[in-house]
Antibody
Framework: QLQLQESGPGLVKPSETLSLTCTVSGGSISSNNYYWGWIRQPPGKGLEWIGSLYYSGSTFYNASLKARVTISVDASKNQFSLKLSSVTAADTAVYYC????????????WGQGTLVTVSS | DIQMTQSPSSVSASVGDRVTITCQASQGISSWLAWYQQKPGKAPKLLIYSASSLQSGVPSRFSGSGSGTDFTLTISSLQPEDIATYYCQQANSFPVTFGPGTKVDIK
């Protein structure tokens, strides 16, 4: 059974960089036809896609965040990562990692999510 | 970017009622649409993919239909455990976009 687990600091100061890692177990991040992505959800609000990555390294980003976002992969550790720079309180959210593909390009496996609060 | 809208934003129904949620895309997305259920404090769960395919393990009271720009999620007989927020998502192209959500509760 595929499992995804987010990890990283739960508190980040304004103007600093938010860094999260998603560890994939029960399957290979290098499998064909899958994209790996980050989605976030501010408290009490809806889902916002941040970006997705193919194991080969090709990436797609939300245009509204593109200038601040980097998603990368470490296939040797079966992990992919999110970096979001120059954060503000508006970036406070639960951050989810998820697998896209396999079932109609939908996100079929999700991590449990991790709350990141931006505050001094 | 493809914009997704949902209606209603919330619905209150009795146990056993049929509940219908609609989702509209700002341009045609063929059948590249997914539906998710999210309960408080939990990650979204995939219910339906490719507009009408039921994800493994999802109860058969959930069904999806539609193609092009207009889609529907139906719960044939609402159960207490179906209390959640439901999101549609277009899977046609990047950037991925979600609908704003529909909150379902028991009357």
């Amino acid at each position: 059974q595929l499992q995804l687990q987010e990890s990283g600091p739960g508190l980040v100061k304004p103007s600093e960089t938010l860094s999260l890692t998603c560890t994939v177990s029960g399957g290979s991040i290098s499998s064909n036809n899958y994209y790996w992505g980050w989605i976030r959800q501010p408290p009490g609000k809806g889902l916002e896609w941040i970006g997705s990555l193919y194991y080969s390294g090709s990436t797609f980003y939300n245009a509204s965040l593109k200038a601040r976002v980097t998603i990368s992969v470490d296939a040797s550790k079966n992990q992919f990562s999110l970096k979001l720079s120059s954060v503000t309180a508006a970036d406070t959210a639960v951050y989810y990692c998820a697998r896209r593909g396999g079932s109609g390009r939908s996100f079929d496996y999700w991590g449990q999510g991790t709350l990141v609060t931006v505050s001094s | 970017d493809i914009q997704m809208t949902q209606s209603p934003s919330s619905v209150s129904a009795s146990v056993g009622d049929r509940v219908t949620i609609t989702c509209q895309a700002s341009q045609g997305i063929s059948s590249w649409l997914a539906w998710y259920q999210q309960k408080p404090g939990k990650a979204p769960k995939l219910l339906i993919y490719s507009a009408s395919s039921l994800q493994s393990g999802v109860p058969s009271r959930f069904s999806g239909s539609g193609s092009g720009t207009d889609f529907t999620l139906t719960i044939s007989s609402l159960q207490p455990e179906d209390i959640a927020t439901y999101y549609c998502q277009q899977a046609n192209s990047f950037p991925v976009t979600f609908g704003p959500g529909t909150k379902v509760d028991i009357k």
